[in-house]
C-alpha cells in the first residue's frame, strides 16, 4: 500500500514538473528571440578566412544578443555540404550560416539545385574585388599596357591564374576581357590550388597575371615579387591607395568580387529575420569587427535582407553570363 | 643586439610562458591520438587565437604544430597506427623496434631527432630566411612536378614487399585522388552523383582507416600476439647520443632535405619524411636492414619532418605563401594579430621576428621533457590487453574523423578505408604506399597539367629550366637505375658462366 501511495506520488510530482517545464518552455518561446545557443554553419574548413569572418561574427553576436553563437564547420563537397546544411535546417534561427560567392557559382555548373533564393538572406558583411597582379619586374607598368600587350599578343598565349578552373577569380578575368572586346579565353586560365600557389608561380616566372583579391596577394607585393594593376571595384582599396580601379585607368566599368553575408534557412520567421539583420548591423559597424577585418586585409560591405537578397540576384546572374561564355555552365 | 633583448622580454611573458606550456601538452595529445592530426590540433586552437596576445597566439601554433608532429610517431611506434600523415612512411619501422624489445629506443629516437631537427629548421628561418625564400620563388610546376614524381618513387623504395605490390597500391592511391571536383578542370570525377564525393577523399580519413581500422580487424582475426615481457620501461634517452654520433650523415642529410622541402610551398612534413626515409636507405651501407627494426631510416626521417615545419615558416612570414597545410592557418592569424606577413616583418617588427624564433628553440627544447613524460604515460598501452585498447581506437577514428569537417561522410570514408587497407594488407599490398598516393597524386596531377597548359602542350620546358633539368635527370636515373643494375648483375653472371 505505501509503496503504491509513493509510486503515485512520484507518477504525480514527475507529471508536475513535466507540465512545469512544458509551461516553461512555451514562456520562454513567447519570450526574447533567442533563448538558446545559436549555430552559424561555416561552410569551409576551420583557419580560413571565412572561417575566422564567421567567428568573429559570432564573437560580436553574441554580446550583442546575449547567447552563445557557435561555429561549426561543415565541411566537404566543395562547400556544397555546408551550404546545403544551411539550407535544409530549421527556420526557427537557430541555424544561421555564413554563405560564400560560390552559391551563385555552384548552380550553374550542375553541382547543386541550391540559389542564392534558397534561402532567407540576412545580411552582406564582406567583398574583396579582384585585383590585376603582374610580375614584380614585369615591363607593364600600367593596366593599360597590359590591356593593350593583351589585345596584340596571339590567343591564348597569355596565361592567368588565381584559382580553380571556374574558380570566382577565373570569372574575374573572364568577365574583364570580354567587357574588352576580347573572346573569355584570349588569356589562358591555368587553374590552381588558390591564390597563393598561383601568387608564388607568379613570381616563379610561370604567369603573366594573377586576378586574385588584393589582400590575398598583400605579402607578396609588399615583398617587391609582384605589382598590383588595378582593381575591379568601384572604390579603391583603403590599404593600396595607389592601385586604380579598372574605370579610373582605362574606363571599363567591370566591378565583381568574392563576398561573404549571413543567412539563415529560408522562411525565417519575419520578426527573427529583422532582429538579426539588425544585430548583424550593430555587428558590422561594431569597432571589433572592423578593427578584425582590417587586419586581416578583409574589405567591409553591408546591406541589409533585402539589399543583400538584390545583391546576390544580381551576382547571380552576372556569373550565369559569365559562365556561359566560358563555357563553364552546363545546359 | 637590443632586438634580441626586446624579443626575450616579449617571450619571458606570463601569458605567453603559459601558452607554449599548454598548448605543448595539447599538441602531444592531440598528435598522439589516431585520428587527429597536426594540422587539426592547429586549425582547432584558432578560435582560442582570438583571446591571447599577438605573440602568445603564435607560439601556440609554433609549439602545438611541432609537438603534434613529433607525437603522431607514438601510436605509430606502439601499435602500428601512424598518428599523423608525416610518420606513416616509417611506421612499419618504429613498430618492428617495438616488437623487438626496444620501444624506448624507437620512441627516444623520434624524440631525440624531433628535437634537434626542429632546431635546425629554425636556424635555418633564422640565417638563411631570404636565399631559402628565393629558392621557394625559383620553384614553378615543373620543378613541382619533377619533385612529386620523385615522391612517389619513394613507395617502391619504402616498401619492403615486391616493388609490383607497391606499384599497384600506389597507383591505386592515385586513382582514389582522382575522386571530386579539385582537378585542374574543374569537373567532377568518380562522383557519382553524390555530394559528399565531390570534395574528393581526403588524406587523412583514408590514413585513418587503412592503418587503424584494418589493425583493428587484424586484431579481431588473429590471437593475441605474445606478450612483451613485462618490465620497466627502460630510459627514453640512453643512446641517443651515441646514435646522434654514429649517424651523423644520415642526420644532417635529413635535416638538409627537410629544410629544403619545407620551405617549398605545398610540400610539407609528409613529403619530407617520405623522401628522407627512402633516401636513407638508398644511401645506407645496411639497406636490408630496412623494415626490421633498425634505426637509421627513423632518425634521418624524424630529423627531416620536424626540421620541414620550422622552414614551412620561411614562405610564409616573407611572402604570405604557406609551405604546408600548419602554416596556411597560421598566416591567418598572422593577419589578424596585426603580425602582418611581409619584409617589413623583419624590419619594422624584427622584435617580434626574433621572438617567434626564440619561441621555435623554446618549444624544441620542452618538448623533450614533456614527450618523456607523454611517452611514458602512452607506453601504458603495450600492457593494456588488447580487447580494451581496439575499442577506443575506433571510438577514437571515428571520433576524429567527424570532428574535422562535422560530416559524417568522413566517418564512412574511415570505415571503407579500413576495409579496403584490411584486404590490401591481407593479400600483401603496402597500405603507406596507397596513402603516398593519396597524398601526392593531386600535386602529380596538378603540376603535370597546369604545366601543360603553360607550356601550350610542349613538354620541352620540363627539361630546360635549370632547376627542373636537374630534377628530371635524378628522377630519370632512379628510375633506370633498377634496370641497369639487373641487366649488369646478368652481363656479370653470364660472363662467369662464359669463363668458368
Given at each position: 500500500m505505501t509503496t503504491w501511495t509513493r509510486r503515485q506520488t512520484l507518477a504525480a510530482g514527475g507529471a508536475a514538473g513535466a507540465a512545469a517545464t512544458l509551461g516553461l518552455k512555451t514562456a520562454a518561446a513567447q519570450?526574447?528571440?533567442?533563448n538558446r545557443p545559436v549555430t552559424i554553419i561555416c561552410p569551409w574548413g576551420a583557419g580560413g578566412g571565412t572561417d575566422a569572418t564567421a567567428r568573429i561574427i559570432a564573437a560580436v553576436m553574441e554580446k550583442e544578443l546575449k547567447q552563445p553563437f557557435n561555429v561549426v564547420n561543415r565541411t566537404g563537397g566543395s562547400g556544397v555540404v555546408g551550404h546545403s546544411a544551411i539550407a535544409t535546417a530549421?527556420?526557427?534561427?537557430?541555424t544561421l550560416g555564413l554563405m560564400t560567392v560560390e552559391i551563385s557559382m555552384m548552380h550553374w555548373q550542375g553541382l547543386t539545385e541550391l540559389k542564392p533564393d534558397s534561402y532567407t538572406p540576412l545580411a552582406l558583411m564582406n567583398e574583396d574585388p579582384p585585383g590585376v597582379q603582374v610580375k614584380g619586374d614585369s615591363p607593364y607598368k600600367t593596366v593599360k599596357e597590359l590591356a593593350d600587350a593583351i589585345k596584340a599578343t596571339p590567343h591564348g598565349k597569355l596565361k592567368a591564374s588565381g584559382t580553380g578552373q571556374g574558380g570566382i577569380w577565373h570569372l574575374a578575368l573572364v568577365g574583364w576581357l570580354t567587357a574588352m572586346?576580347?573572346?573569355?579565353?584570349?588569356v589562358a586560365w591555368v587553374p590552381s590550388n588558390g591564390a597563393a600557389p598561383a601568387m608564388q608561380d607568379l613570381a616563379a616566372g610561370g604567369l603573366d597575371i594573377v586576378t586574385c583579391s588584393v589582400p590575398e596577394a598583400r605579402a607578396i607585393i609588399e615583398a617587391g615579387k609582384a605589382r598590383s594593376l588595378a582593381v575591379m571595384a568601384a572604390e579603391r582599396n583603403p590599404v593600396f591607395k595607389d592601385v586604380p580601379t579598372l574605370k579610373e585607368a582605362m574606363g571599363i566599368d567591370y566591378t565583381t568580387g568574392a563576398w561573404r553575408g549571413m543567412s539563415g534557412p529560408k522562411g525565417l520567421p519575419k520578426e527573427i529575420a529583422s532582429q538579426l539583420t539588425a544585430a548583424f548591423k550593430k555587428v558590422n559597424e561594431s569597432a571589433e569587427f572592423r578593427e578584425f577585418m582590417a587586419n586581416r586585409g578583409f574589405g567591409v560591405k553591408w546591406a541589409d535582407a533585402d539589399g543583400f537578397a538584390k545583391f546576390m540576384d544580381e551576382g547571380n546572374k552576372a556569373m550565369g553570363v559569365a559562365m556561359k561564355a566560358a563555357g563553364l555552365a552546363k545546359g | 643586439m637590443n632586438v634580441y633583448v626586446e624579443a626575450f622580454a616579449l617571450v619571458m611573458q606570463k601569458d605567453v610562458l603559459l601558452a607554449i606550456l599548454l598548448s605543448a601538452i595539447y599538441g602531444l595529445v592531440v598528435g598522439s591520438l589516431?585520428?587527429?592530426?597536426a594540422t587539426m590540433a592547429t586549425a582547432l586552437l584558432v578560435p582560442v587565437t582570438f583571446y591571447l596576445s599577438p605573440i602568445a597566439a603564435v607560439a601556440t601554433i609554433i609549439t602545438a604544430s611541432a609537438m603534434a608532429i613529433f607525437s603522431g610517431d607514438i601510436p605509430g611506434a606502439l601499435l602500428r597506427i601512424p598518428g599523423t600523415p608525416a610518420s606513416a612512411a616509417y611506421t612499419d619501422e618504429a613498430y618492428a623496434m617495438t616488437r623487438k624489445g626496444q620501444p624506448e629506443l624507437a620512441l627516444g629516437i623520434g624524440l631525440w631527432f624531433s628535437a634537434l631537427g626542429g632546431i635546425a629548421g629554425t636556424l635555418s628561418l633564422m640565417l638563411l630566411a631570404p636565399p631559402l625564400a628565393e629558392i621557394a620563388l625559383s620553384f614553378s610546376t615543373y620543378e613541382y612536378f619533377w619533385l612529386a614524381f620523385l615522391g612517389l618513387m619513394c613507395a617502391t623504395l619504402v616498401a619492403r614487399s615486391s616493388p609490383v605490390k607497391a606499384i599497384v597500391s600506389m597507383l591505386l592511391g592515385l586513382l582514389v585522388a582522382c575522386?571530386?571536383?579539385?582537378n585542374p578542370a574543374g569537373t567532377p570525377r568518380f562522383t557519382f552523383g553524390s555530394t559528399d564525393l565531390l570534395g574528393g577523399i581526403e588524406p587523412i580519413p583514408a590514413l585513418v582507416g587503412v592503418f587503424a581500422v584494418s589493425e583493428v580487424m587484424r586484431a579481431m582475426m588473429t590471437a593475441e600476439p605474445p606478450k612483451l615481457p613485462h618490465r620497466r620501461f627502460g630510459s627514453i634517452l640512453r643512446g641517443q647520443l651515441e646514435l646522434t654520433k654514429k649517424y651523423v650523415a644520415p642526420q644532417v642529410r635529413g635535416n638538409i632535405v627537410g629544410i629544403i622541402i619545407g620551405v617549398?610551398?605545398?610540400?610539407g612534413a609528409d613529403m619530407a619524411a617520405w623522401v628522407s626515409y627512402s633516401m636513407s636507405k638508398r644511401f645506407s651501407k645496411t639497406p636490408e636492414k630496412f623494415g626490421t627494426g633498425h634505426p637509421e631510416g627513423l632518425i634521418e626521417a624524424g630529423a627531416s619532418n620536424n626540421a620541414s615545419l620550422a622552414s614551412g615558416w620561411v614562405p610564409s612570414l616573407l611572402f604570405g605563401i604557406p609551405g604546408d597545410t600548419i602554416t596556411a592557418i597560421a598566416i591567418g592569424v598572422l593577419y589578424m594579430k596585426g603580425l602582418n606577413p611581409g619584409p617589413t616583418l623583419f624590419t619594422e617588427r624584427a622584435s617580434s621576428m626574433y621572438a617567434l624564433y626564440i619561441i621555435f628553440i623554446l618549444a624544441n627544447i620542452i618538448m623533450i621533457p614533456l614527450g618523456i613524460i607523454m611517452i611514458r604515460i602512452a607506453s601504458k598501452v603495450l600492457r593494456a590487453p588488447r580487447s580494451a585498447i581496439m575499442p577506443v581506437i575506433v571510438l577514437l577514428c571515428a571520433v576524429g574523423s567527424f570532428a574535422i569537417g562535422n560530416n559524417l561522410f568522413a566517418v564512412l570514408t574511415v570505415a571503407a578505408f579500413g576495409v579496403f587497407g584490411f584486404v590490401m594488407e591481407r593479400n600483401g599490398y603496402p597500405v603507406a604506399a596507397m596513402v603516398l598516393g593519396i597524398v601526392m597524386g593531386t600535386m602529380v596531377e596538378q603540376s603535370f597539367v597546369t604545366s601543360l597548359i603553360k607550356s601550350d602542350g610542349s613538354i620541352w620546358p620540363f627539361f630546360s629550366r635549370p632547376i627542373a633539368s636537374i630534377l628530371a635527370a635524378m628522377t630519370i636515373a632512379a628510375l633506370l637505375w633498377p634496370v641497369f643494375a639487373s641487366l649488369l648483375g646478368w652481363w656479370r653472371r653470364s660472363q662467369a658462366q662464359a669463363s668458368g
Open positions: 519570450g526574447a528571440y533567442p530549421a527556420p526557427d534561427g537557430y572586346g576580347l573572346k573569355p579565353d584570349h | 589516431p585520428g587527429l592530426s575522386v571530386g571536383i579539385e617549398l610551398p605545398g610540400a
